[in-house]
């Protein structure tokens, strides 16, 4: 069985557009911004021999307010930068949305699904986000998790078991603790 580390995108991967203290995705590859030491850190915890799935929710696809080619052309150039083993995402909009899914973080399919397609070890694996979603997430896959905390105008529902102010600390903590 492999680990892995699951990565949200926006706030992990790329800088968030911030309103009003609440993130939200870029809305065009103009906008995305692949954070300093993202490509480092990704590269050292892949020469660790983690897989690195990025699972991502872009509920804005799903209600209508962004178009999904743009996600998938920011996947592109992501994918085509970093050292990723897999994309997820979920486009669904929400339950309020009446498009409720078991995709959707906090919910854990993208997880599960990845781990069954790339024979991955949940317990072997961290979870890795800016979210209280994430967190959740992590947790109820049964993976580590470590939260990159931007000071959002939100709280963390489930506590994480490793804070991080970047990516690049997230992959130290990893390693640390896989030595």
Known sequence: MNSAVFLDRDGVINRPIIREG???PPGSIAEFEI?????DAC?????????LVVVTNQPDVGRG?????????IHQVMAGRLPLDLVLT?????????????????QPGMLRQAANRLQISLPDSYMVGDRWRDIDCG?????KTVFID???????RETPDHLAPNLEEAARIILRKNL
């Open 139 to 143: 947790k109820r896959a049964g993976c």
């Open 90 to 106: 979920c486009f669904h909009g929400g339950e309020k949305y009446g498009q409720p899914c078991e995709c959707r973080k906090p």
């Open 22 to 24: 609440r993130p939200y």
């Open 65 to 73: 307010t962004l178009d999904r080619g743009i996600v998938e052309e």
């Open 35 to 39: 954070l300093p030491g993202v490509a």
């Open 150 to 156: 931007w000071g959002y105008a939100e709280y963390l």
């Open 43 to 51: 590269q050292a915890l892949k020469n660790a021999g983690f897989l």
